[in-house]
């Protein structure tokens, strides 16, 4: 049973436009949830997290927003910069000690020039 | 800055070989996970530890064994390696319970092919 889902693939944006990355979740006892991104042949980094209690996170480009009533939460990036193709995960962890992180199967983001 | 560092980064198996896998990490993190990734599949966890000495299941663990006899390092082995594990091999590490929101520091994994 997948937990953490990203319905989509692919996604391709243009240049300058904004990237819409979307992430389902079905564990209410998500405290955590947190963006990767993965360039190939590198393992994957940190982008950006929210907490459960929260409801919008912005770092720079990058802002989150988490809908728990809906049990969503999507990636803006804006503007894109053809930097930000890469493939990203949605990760979510619970809220106990030895909790780990479960990660989407990850949506690849291609921008077009 | 070393971080999260993986040997070998490429290894081809004939089907029954055996090999380990080694992840080393200079931040002093407490926990460590290995991951594997597949086209599809996404980031699938094996096993991880939660400190020196210590090992648990993840969500694949059928065919691997782990061992975590140093704080640094965290050992991944395939006994008997069969075609189902060839992978990309990811090792991540963590703090513990507050540095939660900073997540996994991974490694740039090990591409293993089994023949």
């Known amino acids: 049973d997948q937990q953490v889902k990203q319905n989509s693939p692919s996604l391709s944006v243009q240049e300058g436009r904004i990237s819409i990355l979307n992430c389902d979740y079905t564990n209410s006892m998500f405290d955590y949830f947190l963006w990767y991104k993965k360039y190939p042949a590198e393992g994957p980094t940190f982008l950006i997290s929210?907490?459960?209690?929260?409801d919008k996170n912005e770092d720079g480009r990058f802002t989150v927003f988490l809908n728990k009533s809906a049990k969503h939460l999507s990636l803006h990036i804006v503007p894109s910069q053809p930097g930000d193709s890469a493939v990203y995960f949605c990760?979510?962890?619970?809220?106990?000690?030895?909790?780990?992180?479960?990660f989407g199967k990850g949506t690849r983001l291609h921008i077009l020039p | 800055n070393a971080g999260v560092t993986q040997t070998p980064k490429f290894r081809v198996l004939k089907t029954g070989q055996s090999m380990t896998l080694l992840c080393a990490q200079d931040?002093?993190?407490?926990?460590m996970y290995w991951y594997r990734q597949d086209p599809g599949m996404g980031l699938r966890l094996i096993h991880y530890?939660?400190?020196?000495?210590?090992?648990a299941k993840g969500e694949v663990p059928d065919g691997y064994n782990v061992s975590r006899l140093k704080k640094q390092n965290f050992l991944l082995g395939l006994e008997s390696a069969a075609p189902s594990q060839t992978s990309v091999y990811f090792c991540?590490?963590?703090?513990?319970?507050?540095?939660?929101?900073?997540?996994?520091?991974f490694g740039s994994g090990t591409r293993l092919t089994v023949v």
């Open positions: 929210i907490s459960s209690i929260k």
């Open positions: 931040m002093n993190h407490e926990y």
């Open positions: 990760a979510a962890r619970r809220g106990n000690r030895d909790d780990k992180i479960i």
């Open positions: 991540a590490s963590s703090y513990a319970g507050g540095q939660r929101i900073y997540g996994y520091t």
């Open positions: 530890s939660v400190g020196e000495g210590t090992t």
